[in-house]
């Protein structure tokens, strides 16, 4: 799946987003610095009935928020940026695995390669560009294609 989208129209595609992927729970986040990935987040968490605010976990390594799942029951969602981890046992040190596989919960994962052994086979690869017009582009990439 693809959608390209100016900033004005993410949150209409983040409502898209979550109608396409409504029962999925890990996705990764892959995009060059600068590109929107935490502020695709945060559209998506607010999609998601969020009310906490929502910023980048580049230095706390995991946010943590409640909002609701597709039936309107609450569940967490996660928010991993793991550029600053040196290594997967840094990666596990910090709890990365247990959001992983935290029942009723979403994990988003900014510079997931890191982690690679420890997503689940489920999860959705995702890819985040910038084009020349300032218009985005999300696309779910393989596995494979990683």
């Given at each position: 799946m693809?959608?390209?989208f100016t900033l004005d129209q993410l949150p209409e595609t983040?409502?898209?987003f979550w109608e396409y992927f409504a029962d999925k729970h890990v996705f990764t986040l892959d995009g060059p610095m600068g590109a929107g990935k935490t502020t695709l987040v945060k559209a998506l968490c607010e999609a998601r009935g969020v009310q906490d605010a929502t910023a980048s976990p580049t230095f706390s390594i995991?946010?943590?928020y409640t909002g609701q799942d597709t039936s309107g029951q609450?569940?967490?969602?996660?928010?991993?940026d793991l550029y600053r981890l040196k290594d997967l046992e840094d990666a596990i040190s910090a709890g990365v695995?247990?959001?992983l596989y935290q029942p009723h919960a979403?994990?988003?994962v900014e510079w997931p390669d890191i982690i690679a052994p420890l997503l689940p086979p489920d999860a959705i690869h995702l890819q985040?560009?910038?084009?020349p017009d300032q218009k985005r582009v999300l696309r779910?990439?393989?596995?494979s294609a990683k």
């Open positions: 693809q959608w390209i983040a409502c898209q995991i946010n943590e609450p569940c967490r969602i996660y928010h991993l695995e247990e959001t979403i994990s988003f985040l560009e910038v084009q779910e990439i393989a596995a």
